[in-house]
């Protein structure tokens, strides 16, 4: 994949959002979010890229799946009023078909196409499967890095200017009071995948992207990007209004022992 095929698709990609304009011309609120949200993944995925050193023709790989991982967004919450899949569809599966009816990689080798489809198919699965080729793995990571980056921002922003009151569709309209399940808290202290299944309150909500910062980012440079962005302070100050249940601290302190580990920061006794 060249840069120009790549500035071609984000003019398509871009021309494709644009058609779910309204009669005014202005993007639906959670349409314009996902718009946001699509701009922001591209970015951090260009600084976990960079900070890894990745070489212009993967760079460039990364750029188009990271462009392209929510695809199926826009259709779904037009058809159905919701992004949450176990509510509507696998929004993943559908931006599979999106890009192919769009025909958006036209023109790319089989196994160009073939990584950036596999990037979009598995970026919501609970785990990448262990045994897809080298370099699907390396984008499908790289994607699911740089999404949680982003939706670490998406709810410290909506947090911080009351969207999420306003919304409770950000957070999967989930009781805001209540403990977190002790299931939830065992995974993440774990370093476990959480099952939705289990999440029934805000504090498990937010405990799943506590949860990330324990194994659930790839790269090291994602790792070091939420420590600097604050991600694990916002959160536990945040769980804090929430729940004075003790698994929060728990779960907090097993986060911070992940990150000094791994970043190599002096422990605070």
Not at 37 to 48: F, K, L, P, W
Not at 109 to 120: I, K
């Amino acid at each position: 994949m060249t840069r120009d095929f790549l500035e071609t698709l984000t003019r398509r990609y871009e021309a494709y959002v644009d058609s779910f304009r309204d009669a005014s011309g202005e993007l639906p609120q959670m349409i314009g979010l996902k718009f946001k949200h699509t701009r922001r993944v591209v970015e951090d995925a260009r600084r976990i890229m960079s900070g890894e050193a990745w070489p212009e023709e993967a760079f460039v790989l990364g750029e188009a799946c990271a462009l392209l991982h929510d695809a199926g967004r826009y259709s779904q919450l037009k058809e159905f009023g919701t992004f949450q899949d176990a509510k509507s569809i696998d929004h993943a599966c559908r931006g599979v078909e999106v890009i192919r009816g769009q025909g958006w990689l036209e023109g790319l080798s089989d196994e160009v196409a073939r990584a950036v489809l596999s990037a979009v198919a598995l970026h919501n699965r609970r785990e990448v499967p262990p045994d897809v080729e080298e370099t699907v793995a390396r984008v499908t990571h790289l994607v699911r890095d740089a999404d949680k980056l982003d939706i670490f921002r998406l709810l410290e922003e909506a947090v911080n200017d009351g969207s999420l009151a306003r919304n409770p569709e950000i957070a999967w309209d989930l009781a805001v009071r209540g403990a977190p399940a002790p299931e939830v808290v065992a995974a993440v202290c774990a370093g476990c995948s959480v099952s939705y299944a289990s999440v029934k309150t805000l504090s498990d909500f937010v405990l799943i992207q506590v949860g990330w910062l324990i194994g659930g980012l790839h790269y090291p440079t994602a790792l070091r990007l939420a420590e600097e962005r604050g991600v694990l302070p916002f959160r536990e100050a945040f769980l804090k209004t929430l729940s004075d249940d003790p698994g929060v601290d728990v779960c907090c302190r097993a986060a911070r022992a992940y990150l000094d580990e791994h970043l190599n920061l002096p422990v605070v006794s």
